[in-house]
């Protein structure tokens, strides 16, 4: 072998081994945009790596079955202000210090790249609702049974052929116009808008903000609770079209009318059941049975 051709081979194994070094001192792939570690991205962890991914504090039993509160509930337990107007409540999350990040740096920093994160993560919190909603179907059921003559135990509706359970429409907390000035968008409708998207269900502008508040994370629980009388009210003509559309769909369906409410932090409750009592207020004005499910990113 000539001494250029062995140089040559020389050269070029040197190049490869090199290469191998270069990938794993510094891997191709993406930027987390949480921590900036670049990695490889799975599709399913929405721009994140997989060690911020472990991180996240999913709920996934929650302890108390009307807020979907993973530890125990004084605010359902205690609450003597009013009744609840929605039946129930479920997060994606525990809001710990690193959620509060995550939620700062889209909300108030305007980050896009978080919008598919938090709502990516809001889908999967969506999905588990379907799941326990479905799973106590005999429930909803039950309410059609007591309109009807013969009425069935529950142990014989729970034999019946499930169908998986789907809200009707999504609508969202709404945001002051000073606030939509502030941040330039309202993140509960942004995303509302993905998950109905995402799931195929429509999402309508129903509700309206009367009038601005403080920030309520400023608040007492007592102040928040006193602070919601009448700060929200119904779109009524978005309210009548879409009741419109929806019974034009459902034709003389007799079941109650599903509405799944979204918002980003569930803290007391007041600002879900406030706009839960006012949707379920439209309803009765207009004689139609609703059901308000809240949804939120996370639970504090």
């Not at 559309?245 to 918002?263: F, K, N, Q, V």
Request: glycine share 6%.
């Amino acid at each position: 072998m000539k001494g250029s051709d062995c140089e040559t081979m020389i050269t070029t194994a040197l190049n490869h081994l090199l290469e191998k070094i270069h990938h794993l001192l510094a891997p191709t792939g993406k930027a987390c945009i949480t921590c900036t570690r670049k990695t490889i991205l799975l599709p399913s962890h929405y721009g994140i790596c997989s060690a911020c991914y472990k991180s996240i504090p999913w709920i996934l039993k929650p302890r108390c079955l009307r807020c979907g509160r993973s530890i125990g509930c004084p605010d359902c337990s205690r609450r003597d202000v009013e009744p609840f107007y929605f039946t129930m409540n479920r997060s994606a999350v525990y809001y710990n210090s690193l959620m509060k990040e995550w939620l700062s740096q889209y909300k108030y920093r305007g980050d896009e790249r978080y919008e598919g994160l938090i709502s990516g993560m809001l889908q999967q919190a969506y999905d588990s609702l379907v799941q326990e909603i479905t799973s106590r179907g005999w429930y909803m059921k039950e309410k059609l049974a007591q309109r009807h003559t013969v009425a069935k135990t529950p142990f014989q509706q729970g034999r019946e052929p499930q169908h998986m359970w789907k809200p009707d429409v999504i609508t969202f907390v709404p945001v002051s116009e000073q606030r939509l000035v502030e941040r330039g968008f309202n993140q509960a409708r942004a995303i509302a808008s993905k998950v109905g998207a995402s799931r195929d269900v429509p999402v309508r502008d129903l509700l309206k903000r009367n009038y601005d508040s403080e920030k309520q994370s400023y608040k007492t629980r007592a102040q928040r609770l006193a602070s919601m009388h009448d700060l929200f009210g119904v779109k009524v003509q978005e309210f009548q079209s879409w009741l419109n559309h929806t019974y034009t769909t459902l034709g003389e369906s007799a079941r109650p009318i599903s509405i799944l409410l979204i918002d980003d932090i569930y803290t007391t409750g007041s600002t879900l059941n406030a706009c839960s009592r006012v949707l379920q207020k439209a309803a009765t004005a207009a004689c139609v049975q609703v059901d308000v499910y809240g949804l939120t990113w996370a639970r504090s």
